[in-house]
């Protein structure tokens, strides 16, 4: 199993990014995929979550209506965009896979986003 995110980076407040989490190895389909973010001296926090039946999407608080998570499954591949970013979104952010039937789970390697001016 392997989950590769990129697309992390510098930019602004107020600017965009969008995050990928290519996976392989495993049936993409079935797997329930979530975002987690951890900022230097905090806990992960869970960001969004996308369900593998029906591609319903949850969203914390603290990133509805700026954050937008995505599934193409045929290309196995999970979508993070990101909007109006502020500085308290820097950190870095994990990709992570829960996969059916027993929901074994996975991690990436992280990507780094940098919100600063």
């Known amino acids: 199993v392997q989950l590769v995110e990129s697309g992390g980076g510098l930019v602004q407040p107020g600017g965009s990014l969008r995050l990928s989490c290519a996976a392989s190895?495993?049936?993409?389909?079935?797997?329930?995929m979530r975002w987690y973010r951890q900022a230097p001296g905090r806990e992960r926090e869970l960001v969004a979550g996308?369900?593998?039946?029906?591609?319903?999407?949850n969203y914390a608080d603290s990133v509805r209506g700026r954050f937008t998570f995505s599934r193409d499954n045929a290309k196995s591949t999970v979508y993070l965009q990101m909007n109006s970013l502020k500085p308290e979104d820097t950190a870095v952010y994990y990709c992570?896979?829960?996969?059916?039937?027993?929901?074994?789970?996975?991690w990436g390697q992280g990507t780094q986003v940098t919100v600063s001016s």
């Open positions: 992570y896979a829960a996969i059916a039937p027993t929901y074994t789970n996975y």
């Open positions: 190895g495993f049936t993409f389909s079935r797997a329930d």
């Open positions: 996308i369900s593998s039946i029906g591609g319903r999407t």
